[in-house]
């Protein structure tokens, strides 16, 4: 069983700055591609940033020169560097995988999610 398990969100000043983490575990033979996700109340979920295995990059228009996505493969974790923060990012940030599993099989995986508020 793979599980996804998301840290670092919390309450946080405009401006300032945060570091989620994600790490996977279980049996896992391959990540293909990591990517983070947003929810903000009564907003659909979005796609923040994302990596693949090659580590290519690609994030959504509002964060690009804030946020930064990276990964530790050898940790299987992942990370999203956060600057500049807005009160527009407060949201719940969840991660995804696309996980290629140890039994053969290849299943998309997610985060239960991290709390992000960005407030004065």
């Known amino acids: 069983q793979v599980q996804l398990v998301e840290s670092g969100g919390g309450l946080v000043q405009p401006g300032g700055s945060l570091r989620l983490s994600c790490a996977a575990s279980g049996s896992i033979y391959k990540i293909y591609t990591w990517g983070w996700y947003r929810q903000a109340p009564g907003k659909q979920r979005e796609l923040v940033a994302g990596?693949?295995?090659?580590?290519?990059?690609n994030y959504t228009d509002s964060v690009k020169g804030r946020f930064t996505i990276s990964r530790d493969v050898a940790k299987k974790t992942v990370f999203l560097q956060m600057n500049r923060l807005k009160p527009e990012d407060t949201a719940v940030y969840h991660c995804?995988?696309?996980?290629?599993?140890?039994?053969?099989?290849?299943?998309?995986?997610w985060g239960q999610g991290t709390q992000l508020t960005v407030s004065s």
């Open positions: 995804n995988a696309d996980i290629h599993l140890s039994s053969g099989r290849r299943f998309e995986f």
């Open positions: 990596i693949t295995s090659d580590g290519i990059t």
